[in-house]
T-cell receptor, first 114, second 113 residues
Framework: GENVEQHPSTLSVQEGDSAVIKCTYSDSASNYFPWYKQELGKRPQLIIDIRSNVGEKKDQRIAVTLNKTAKHFSLHITETQPEDSAVYFCAASMVYSGNTPLVFGKGTRLSVIA | NAGVTQTPKFQVLKTGQSMTLQCAQDMNHEYMSWYRQDPGMGLRLIHYSVGAGITDQGEVPNGYNVSRSTTEDFPLRLLSAAPSQTSVYFC????????????FGQGTRLTVV
């Protein structure tokens, strides 16, 4: 089955700097790659996703890039703010016959230092 | 819309007890799943369902049962609780297929003593 590796496990940045989180996946059939943000004590929430027919997607200060050949995708957060502090999870899924469990990475704890 | 509702929010069990974690969604999602979250381990899939009457195992199914009698509900049963099942449990739902947004419940923090 699919296996998703996520790095780093913890990341500290100064406010205003950029943060990059990287994930690799094992199954070349995967074609959907979402990113979830989980604030302390809260539920995970989708912040951005990308499909395999797109190489990059942006939403304000957040961007995701996908390299299908290398089987890796990355989350980029620019101009970080204290409210960006959270745990971020990447995930991957395969679309076939409609039933495609999301497989998550182990998460990255991002701390933005004011 | 309430979204995905999980009950209870907190639970303490003694080893060997059984219980059911409830999950309900009102978005008419076909796909529902249960994850457990442990420190440093991310979200690991326990069981999932693509519709009423259809369930399948995920990565860590042992010690858990599920059933899906309606589109709205997807309860998770712990048959005989063990300390290793101490975790935070999340239910999630989405339209069919993992390629659409998964909405999570607020989580159930379970402690087995």
């Amino acid at each position: 089955g699919e296996n998703v590796e996520q790095h780093p496990s913890t990341l500290s940045v100064q406010e205003g700097d950029s943060a990059v989180i990287k994930c690799t996946y094992s199954d070349s059939a995967s074609n959907y790659f979402p990113w979830y943000k989980q604030e302390l004590g809260k539920r995970p929430q989708l912040i951005i996703d990308i499909r395999s027919n797109v190489g990059e997607k942006k939403d304000q200060r957040i961007a995701v890039t996908l390299n299908k050949t290398a089987k890796h995708f990355s989350l980029h957060i620019t101009e970080t703010q204290p409210e960006d502090s959270a745990v971020y999870f990447c995930a991957a899924s395969m679309v076939y016959s409609g039933n495609t469990p999301l497989v998550f990475g182990k998460g990255t704890r991002l701390s933005v230092i004011a | 819309n309430a979204g995905v509702t999980q009950t209870p929010k907190f639970q303490v069990l003694k080893t060997g007890q059984s219980m059911t974690l409830q999950c309900a969604q009102d978005m008419n999602h076909e796909y529902m799943s249960w994850y457990r979250q442990d420190p440093g381990m991310g979200l690991r899939l326990i069981h999932y369902s693509v519709g009423a009457g259809i369930t399948d195992q995920g990565e860590v199914p042992n010690g858990y049962n599920v059933s899906r009698s309606t589109t709205e509900d997807f309860p998770l049963r712990l048959l005989s609780a063990a300390p290793s099942q101490t975790s935070v449990y999340f239910c999630a739902s989405s339209h069919l297929g993992g390629n659409t947004e998964a909405f999570f419940g607020q989580g159930t923090r379970l402690t087995v003593v």
